[in-house]
C-alpha cells in the first residue's frame, strides 16, 4: 500500500491544533502558569500594607480568570511562537514537509523522501491513532508518522491500512488523540 502526500506546516498546526488541548502537555502547561501566577500575588500580598491586599486580591482573581478563559488561546500562541517558528530547524524532522512516499508492506513502513529512507519495521510500531481520517503512526524511534485525511483516497484505502496494521503489528487503531504525545 502507498501513499503520496506533502505534509504543510499549516496542515500540522491545524492537526494538532484541534486536538492538543486534551494533552498532558497542555496540562502540565496550565499546571505551572497557574502556580507561577499564584506565587506571584502570594509574594506580593505577603509583603505588601494591609490597606491595599484587597486590590492584590482583586486583580488575583482578575488575573486567574483572565488566564483561565484565554488559556487555549495563549497555549496555541505559544505552541506557534516557540515550536512552529523553528520547527524545521530540527535535524530529526527534516522529512515533514516534503514530498513524502510512504509503502506499508510486510516489512514495515518505508518512508522515502529527498532527504532519507528510513524503514520502520513493524516490531518498532508504537500505536496506530486515526482521527478525522488522519492517521497518526507512532514508533518508538523519533518517527511519528502523520498521514494527513488528502492522502487517504477511499474508505476502502483506510479500511486496507487497518487490515495491514492487524496482521503485522497486532495493533488496533485508536480513535482519539493520544494525551502522551511530545509534539516536539
Known sequence: MDFNYTLTEKDLFNFH???ILTSIKFNKFLIENFLILGLF???MFIFISSEFQIYV?????????ILFLLRKRWYLN???RKKFKNLHLYYNLK???????LKIDKKGILLETIFNKKIIKWKYINDLYIIDN?????SFS?????IPASA?????????????????SSKYPQYSYPKDIEFI
Open 17 to 19: 491544533k484541534k486536538y
Open 41 to 43: 500575588f502570594l509574594i
Open 57 to 65: 486580591i482583586v486583580a488575583f482573581v482578575e488575573s486567574f480568570l
Open 78 to 80: 505559544c505552541l506557534k
Open 95 to 101: 522529512y515533514i514537509f516534503t514530498e513524502t512516499n
Open 134 to 138: 488522519n492517521v497518526l503512526i507512532r
Open 142 to 146: 523519533d518517527y511519528n508518522i502523520l
Open 152 to 168: 487517504i483516497n477511499s474508505n476502502d484505502d483506510l479500511q486496507n491500512l487497518i487490515k495491514i496494521f492487524k496482521e503485522n
